[in-house]
């Protein structure tokens, strides 16, 4: 069983930068492939970026690519999003989850581990 906590999230302005962290527990975080999603207001949850379990490989949404990086320090069971050039748009709840696979271009949410969500606000 593994437990994310999210952190990071708040409101900015667009064009800031945010870092959200992903923090495990109770589990082996550093051999799970992690992946970062969102809900926008009144939508449905949406792929942001994913990850191999050692970070070599990763993957973005379209609205990610070339703004958001997704990594990870295994020794510190933490992952992270660090997100850039923010826009108004971008304002959800941010989740992160692990899985027992890696899946190229997978952007479904079929996940085994979620955290709780950290809110993203950006004004514009």
């Known amino acids: 069983q593994v437990q994310l906590v999210e952190s990071g999230g708040g409101l900015v302005q667009a064009g800031d930068s945010l870092r959200l962290s992903c923090a495990a527990s109770?589990?082996?975080?550093?051999?799970?492939?992690m992946a970062w999603f969102r809900q926008p207001p009144g939508k449905e949850r949406e792929f942001v970026a994913a990850?191999?379990?050692?970070?070599?490989?990763?993957y973005y949404a379209d609205s990610a690519e070339g703004r958001f990086a997704i990594s990870r320090d295994n020794a510190k069971n933490t992952g992270y999003l660090q997100m850039t050039s923010l826009k108004s748009e971008d304002t959800a709840v941010y989740y992160c989850a692990v899985r027992h696979y890696f899946r190229f271009l997978d952007v479904g949410n079929d996940y085994d581990y979620w955290g709780q969500g950290t809110q993203v606000t950006v004004s514009s």
């Open positions: 990850s191999t379990w050692g970070g070599d490989t990763t």
């Open positions: 109770g589990g082996t975080f550093s051999t799970l492939p």
